[in-house]
């Protein structure tokens, strides 16, 4: 088996590779380490399977086509633009990496028959009920990110109905783990974690009572490998959510354990927030046999751990 993983050298990217290598699959990565890094890389060197990172642009189709000169079974991909903030400040590149560069993988996709894992996000979707998010749920493009992202899905299935190319699209939810950048790059808990190992207080933007359903990263890359090997997920929208969320100010809490160090501030972009983020795993479950396995103290506790004795 041959796969191409796009963004291969980013957080949830990374972990992805490590499930693959591990089922002992050959792996290619293409990143142009915008967000992403050649160390995350490093400790699959060794590892016969590996077949290398590819430094270059998913907007520039000249590279895309490049790379497929190699016959993949499946492409995973997981490059985007994703930083919600910098999609506001900066539409264009978001337009550029996340439609353009998903249309030039697709286009190269189906010249060579190659099954396309498209990793969305549970960020395009409206604010949940108390049912939580299915994937019939309705959705809203918020920010130019999840609006961006939703037009590659859409694409995507447009491959997938069109031309008969098999494409699944994955929605997970806000995944957190190690490898995840502790800047605004990064996600809230590995920022949270990061501030209070260094002693400063968690900063809240808002009020603090927007919710997440907050994935495990390993958990996460399981998922995705799954669907790339599923008989059953051609044509299919499939969500990864743990079914439990948690308002960033309970997050907070429990990562530093001290309501004195949590500290309100503006928030950047309310009118992007999506107040209650609630998914479900039935279908993945029912379709993949997968679900969620780390429960999120656990999952915290690993983060903390990472940060602490491998992060720099
Ligand atoms: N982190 C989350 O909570 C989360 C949740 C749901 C979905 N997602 C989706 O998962 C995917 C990966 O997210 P992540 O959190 O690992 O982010 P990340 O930034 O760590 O990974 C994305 C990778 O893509 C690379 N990249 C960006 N633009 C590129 C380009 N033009 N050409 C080639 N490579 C490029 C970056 O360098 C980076 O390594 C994204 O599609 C994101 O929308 C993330």
Redesign the pocket.
């Not at 293409?30 to 992403?36: A, E, P, T, V, Y």
């Not at 997981?78 to 994703?82: C, K, L, Y």
């Not at 990793?119 to 960020?123: H, L, N, Q, V, Y």
């Not at 929605?171 to 957190?176: A, D, K, L, S, V």
């Given at each position: 088996m041959n796969v191409l993983v796009?963004?291969?050298?980013?957080?949830?990217?990374r972990w992805v590779v490590k499930k693959l290598l591990s089922e002992n699959v050959n792996v290619w990565v293409?990143?142009?380490?915008?967000?992403?890094s050649e160390q995350n890389l490093v400790e699959f060197d060794q590892i016969n399977n590996y077949q290398g990172l590819t430094i270059?642009?998913?907007?520039d189709i000249s590279c895309v086509e490049r790379v497929f000169k190699t016959q993949f079974d499946v492409c995973i991909h997981?490059?985007?633009?994703?930083n919600v903030q910098e999609s506001l400040d900066n539409p264009h590149k978001s337009f550029r990496?996340n439609m353009v560069?998903t249309y030039n993988v697709l286009s190269c996709a189906l010249k060579s028959k190659t099954k396309v894992i498209l990793?969305?996000?549970?960020?395009v979707y409206d604010m949940a009920t108390s049912d939580g998010i299915s994937e019939l749920s309705s959705v809203k493009p918020a920010s130019p990110y999840s609006g961006s992202?939703l037009a590659a899905e859409e694409l995507a299935l447009s491959y997938y109905y069109g031309f008969g190319l098999p494409v699944t699209v994955l929605?997970?939810?806000?995944?957190?783990g190690p490898f995840?950048?502790t800047n605004m790059?990064g996600?809230v808990v590995s920022i949270f974690v990061q501030n209070h190992i260094a002693g400063e207080n968690l900063k809240v933007f808002g009020d603090g009572t927007q919710t997440r359903d907050l994935l495990y990263v390993e958990d996460c890359a399981e998922f995705i490998v799954r669907a790339a090997f599923s008989e059953n997920s051609a044509g299919e929208v499939i969500n990864a959510g743990t079914g439990r969320d948690i308002s960033i100010n309970d997050l907070a809490l429990l990562i530093c354990r001290d309501l004195n160090r949590i500290e309100h501030v503006k928030h950047h972009h309310p009118q992007s927030e999506i107040q209650k983020l609630l998914g479900s795993f039935s279908k993945a479950q029912k379709l993949l046999g997968w679900k969620p396995k780390t429960p999120l103290e656990e999952g915290i506790a690993k983060t903390e751990q990472w940060i602490k004795t491998d992060y720099s």
């Open positions: 796009t963004g291969g050298a980013g957080f949830i990217g293409l990143d142009n380490l915008s967000n992403g270059g642009d998913i907007s997981t490059a985007a633009q994703i990496v560069g990793i969305g996000t549970c960020m992202k929605r997970p939810f806000n995944t957190y995840q950048k790059e996600g």
